[in-house]
């Protein structure tokens, strides 16, 4: 019913730059938290950063001053702005939102297949 649809990933060089898109279709009455998280082989899924629905943001230290969140509601849509990139950010990228269904108004969390980011050195 609900789905989300990670875009944007790809090969880039260290200190390349790369933006990364989430899309939310289905049954959605309205979009709360929206967030990306991270997953590098052999450790452990990582929140990258996210931004509420009062557009409040936050961020993992190591991404601080390189990643951007935005959100654009008319458009079910959450972007991920990556700049300076080294290769410890090769990862799959998961994007995770929470929101309300219709037509029971019903909270639930909802992840997308990821998409993968691989930096070069």
């Known amino acids: 019913q609900v789905q989300l649809v990670e875009s944007g990933g790809g090969l880039v060089q260290a200190g390349g730059s790369l933006r990364l898109s989430c899309v939310a279709s289905?049954?959605?009455?309205?979009?709360?938290?929206m967030a990306w998280y991270r997953q590098a082989p052999g450790k452990q899924r990582e929140l990258v950063a996210s931004?509420?629905?009062?557009?409040?943001?936050t961020y993992a230290d190591s991404m601080k001053g390189r990643f951007t969140v935005s959100r654009d509601n008319a458009k079910n849509t959450v972007y991920l702005q990556m700049n300076t990139l080294n290769p410890e950010d090769t990862a799959l990228y998961y994007c995770?939102?929470?929101?309300?269904?219709?037509?029971?108004?019903?909270?639930?969390?909802?992840w997308g297949q990821g998409t993968q980011v691989t930096v070069s050195s």
């Open positions: 931004i509420d629905s009062d557009g409040s943001t």
């Open positions: 995770r939102m929470v929101l309300s269904t219709t037509p029971s108004h019903r909270r639930y969390i909802y």
């Open positions: 289905g049954s959605i009455f309205s979009i709360n938290d």
